[in-house]
Nanobody
Framework: QVQLVESGGGLVQPGESLRLSCAASGSIRSIYAMGWFRQAPGKQRDVVATITSGGVTNYADSVKGRFTISRDNAKNTMFLQMNSLKPEDTDVYYC?????????????????WGQGTQVTVSS
């Protein structure tokens, strides 16, 4: 069983910063690509940023230059540093990870999602 747990969301004013964390736990053999997504009520879930196991990053145009994604492979943890936050960044943020689980004789590779953390940017 694998769990992804996000933390670090909250209420901030425009221009302020937040740092989200996503910790993976369970019977993990390897974690491949990881990413942050966000979703407003009634809307589709959109990608914010992704990072490969080797550290190659990619960002949505709307967050380039303001958000930074990173990961600590030794601790199975991913981060999203969000600076210069805007009201339009208000959403529930989800982490996603492509994870290999199982034993040496029985392996499975699947995408896992966290439960989401609310980010609200408002004056």
């Amino acid at each position: 069983q694998v769990q992804l747990v996000e933390s670090g969301g909250g209420l901030v004013q425009p221009g302020e910063s937040l740092r989200l964390s996503c910790a993976a736990s369970g019977s993990i053999r390897s974690i491949y690509a990881m990413g942050w997504f966000r979703q407003a009520p009634g809307k589709q879930r959109d990608v914010v940023a992704t990072i490969t196991s080797g550290g190659v990053t990619n960002y949505a145009d709307s967050v380039k230059g303001r958000f930074t994604i990173s990961r600590d492979n030794a601790k199975n943890t991913m981060f999203l540093q969000m600076n210069s936050l805007k009201p339009e960044d208000t959403d529930v943020y989800y982490c996603k990870a492509d994870i290999l689980t199982g034993t040496s004789t029985s392996r499975r590779r699947s995408d896992y999602w966290g439960q989401g953390t609310q980010v609200t940017v408002s004056s």
